[in-house]
């Protein structure tokens, strides 16, 4: 009788036909590749995890960072979908930023001369850590307040702020008003498209200035909402804009009924220090204090997803879509404060590196977000967001494209997709600050957290194919189980935002976990070995992830909301790790003859090295006479260190192979070459 080994091909293929020269894998769930000194494949299941954090988080995760402070203190910061909290010493701690809005009607107040605005607003409480974001333009004393202030307390119904323009500098009153002003009016004629806005000292140019409405306003026919490019001014209190419609009768109404409309970002200040756990009434103040913080309430937001990093020792968040938010770990803020001079809307956000600058991409000048539009602050100052000739804030618009769909600070460069292509920027200095470059087309990125670095490379996910860059520029990568993601996903716009990108430095894998065909979460993923270039896949859960940082190995979060560590043991949460592949069906004698297979010995490694020899697998052959014809299938044998071999006796002309940790198994194994005994066994 002849012995023969089964010498595995790197990676998962499904490419290939059913019986295939080469022993390949054709499926698979929860493997793991690792490379011999030959550079061929061995498999392994994928290292095991534990809870992280005790506790449930209170809705579904969507990003997580991590990060020190200068005293060395570690954190995880969670953004989910109603909260973002940090989680610290095993205590999570909600931090999520909240917000109030308000529609009174308009009071300001103004005195010659003076830049600063009292505003009314009966019930707002508004402290000196708020910020209020005007989104109605306030005409009043020669004034038009409109966009974010910060804001300084008077009383429970007052509060003040200081008029500025778009560049920062203060603009004075030119007339006294007690509790006046009026937002825009707008007048339409039957038949045209063009609307009159009233608007008392608008200051707007005709041809270069951009008039924006927050609080969408119907007339008739007519819709006014967003930017809209001033055509004409015919005075100094009116001016035209056009609509995408033509009306069909001549009105004219006020704004929001005639009444502001304030979105007040609620700030808190520390906690009293000195006061501690049980100063104070049961449910008076924060955690370690007895006074409660004078603030108004507000309501907690919610986010579809989250970018966040860290400034230092600061942790900057944005919502998509939101304003950018900053929590201090040191100063026991209760929750994070919006940044006032921030852009108001953003889909995302980095900290560029080396001169450490905010970068925000779909963002905006005016409160309606540009998708294609990237501003950055100045440099070590994330309060300095318009760029003048004495610092380094400033914008670019990508000139390619629909929208950017992501970026991040990759090797020595940022990098930004759009749905259509890739660019980077480089830090030049004055006075561009930023080089942009397109780097690659028809290779944008399906979803905004599809893209990772790995090892000084960037992968990424497109909408049909998944691409690296490199120092050799933007290639595709071929990917054997193409059909397992593209043609098993749910194309569905909320489904498809979903997708996550995975790094695990540790071993030198990047995965996407996407939402499968006909699942509403994350249910499934497609894995890359950068070293062997060996694609995998399977089903797990993973709605957020983090690479190897200052909390140690990987962190993902499932979709049941519990926070896990990774590469942890060879448990998954103290259950079997359900680890299964299946070799190609491969010729027993190259079709000729039937063949006899009577031994098969295992060759494995069947603990780790500080571990005992314990690993149960078990092993299922199944035989065909011909491709696609009726299978036979004997086990599976139960199989351990103590197995010498097993005895299938199996007749067949090809014999495929499928393998799985045993039922029980809480060990480390690792495939080596599966060796058989056969023989002839009459023609066919």
């Known amino acids: 009788m002849a012995h023969r080994a089964i010498v595995l091909v790197p990676g998962v293929d499904q490419n290939t036909t059913p019986v295939f020269p080469d022993a390949g894998i054709n499926d698979g769930n929860l493997i793991r590749f690792v490379p011999d000194a030959k550079g061929r494949a061995l498999v392994q299941p994928i290292g095991g995890w534990v809870k992280y954090f005790a506790n449930t988080i209170s809705s579904l995760v969507r990003a997580l960072w991590a990060w020190a402070d200068i005293n060395a203190s570690n954190y995880l910061a969670v953004g ?8 610290a010493s095993g205590t999570n701690t909600t931090i999520t930023p909240r917000t109030s809005t308000t529609n009174p009607a308009v009071a ?45 307390a008077i009383d429970a119904d007052h509060y003040s702020i200081v008029a500025q323009d778009r560049f920062g500098h203060t603009q004075v009153a030119n007339a006294n008003v007690v509790a006046g002003g009026a937002v825009p009016q707008y007048a339409t004629v039957n038949g045209s498209s063009l609307v009159t806005v009233t608007l008392t000292a608008h200051g707007l140019l005709a041809g270069q200035s951009t008039f924006t409405a927050l609080v969408s306003t119907t007339l008739n026919t007519v819709v006014i909402y ?72 507000g309501t907690a937001i919610t986010a579809t997803d989250w970018t966040l990093d860290n400034w230092g020792k600061l942790l900057l968040a944005c919502p998509y879509g939101g304003s950018i938010y900053v929590w ?24 560029a590196m080396p001169e450490r ?102 992968y990424w996910m497109s909408l049909t194919q998944f691409f690296t860059l490199s120092g050799d520029g933007v ?60 694609w995998d896949f399977g089903t797990l859960s993973r709605t957020a992830w983090l690479d190897q940082s200052v909390l140690g190995s990987p962190i993902g979060a499932g979709s049941n909301r519990y926070l896990y560590q990774h590469e942890t043991g060879n448990l998954a949460d103290g259950a079997v790790i359900p680890t299964t592949f299946t070799i190609d069906y491969f010729a027993l004698d190259e079709g000729e003859y039937m063949a006899f297979v009577d031994q098969i010995w295992p060759d494995m490694k069947w603990g780790a090295s500080n ?43 090809m014999v495929s192979m499928t393998i799985a940790s045993g039922p029980n198994n809480a060990s480390f194994w690792r495939l080596g070459y599966i060796r058989y005994r056969v023989m002839p066994d009459g023609k066919f």
């Open 357 to 458: 600058q905010v970068i925000a991409w779909g963002s905006t000048f005016t409160g309606v977000i540009d998708p294609l539009l990237i501003r950055w602050c100045d440099i070590q100052d994330f309060t300095t967001w318009v760029g003048t000739s004495t610092n380094q804030a400033g914008s670019y618009r990508i000139s390619r494209g629909s929208r950017i769909v992501g970026g991040l600070q990759g090797p020595q460069q940022l990098i930004f997709w759009t749905d259509v292509g890739v660019w980077t920027a480089q830090y030049i200095n004055q006075p561009y600050i930023y080089g942009f470059n397109e780097v690659g087309a028809g290779c944008g990125l399906i979803a905004p957290k599809a893209a990772g670095v790995l090892s000084g490379a960037v």
């Open 108 to 152: 300001a107040s103004t005195t010659i001369g003076s830049g600063v605005v009292t505003i009314l607003d009966v019930g707002s409480n508004i402290t000196g850590y708020d910020t209020v974001d005007v989104q109605t333009q306030i005409a009043v004393g020669g004034l038009v307040l409109f966009g974010s202030y910060a804001a300084t």
């Open 328 to 351: 201090d770990p040191n100063t026991n803020q209760p929750i994070a404060s919006v940044i006032a001079n921030a852009p108001t809307a953003n889909q995302g956000i980095l900290v």
């Open 475 to 534: 290639r595709p990568l071929v990917c054997p189980i193409w059909d397992a993601v593209f043609q098993n996903m749910n194309t569905e716009a909320d489904a498809v935002a979903k997708i996550r990108v995975a790094p695990n430095s540790q071993f030198n894998e990047i995965s996407w976990y996407y939402c499968s065909s006909g699942a509403s979460e994350i249910d499934s993923y497609i894995k890359y070995n950068t070293v062997l270039r060996a």
């Open 611 to 653: 571990e005992a020899a314990a690993a149960q697998i078990q092993i299922t052959l199944t035989g065909i006479d011909y491709p696609g014809g009726a299978e036979r299938t004997q086990g599976p044998y139960d199989i351990t260190r103590s197995t010498t071999f097993v005895t299938p006796r199996m007749r067949a002309r």
């Open 80 to 87: 989910a979908e109603s909260s973002l909290s940090v989680v």
């Open 226 to 297: 967003g930017d809209y490019l001033v055509l004409t001014t015919p005075t100094a209190n009116t001016f035209t804009i056009q609509c995408s419609s033509a009306a069909n009768a001549g009105s004219s109404a006020y704004e929001n009924g005639g009444n502001a409309r304030y979105l007040y970002h609620i700030g808190a200040g520390s906690l009293a220090v000195g006061s501690g756990f049980g100063v104070g009434g049961y449910g008076t103040g924060g955690y370690g204090s007895g006074t409660a913080p004078t603030t108004s309430p």
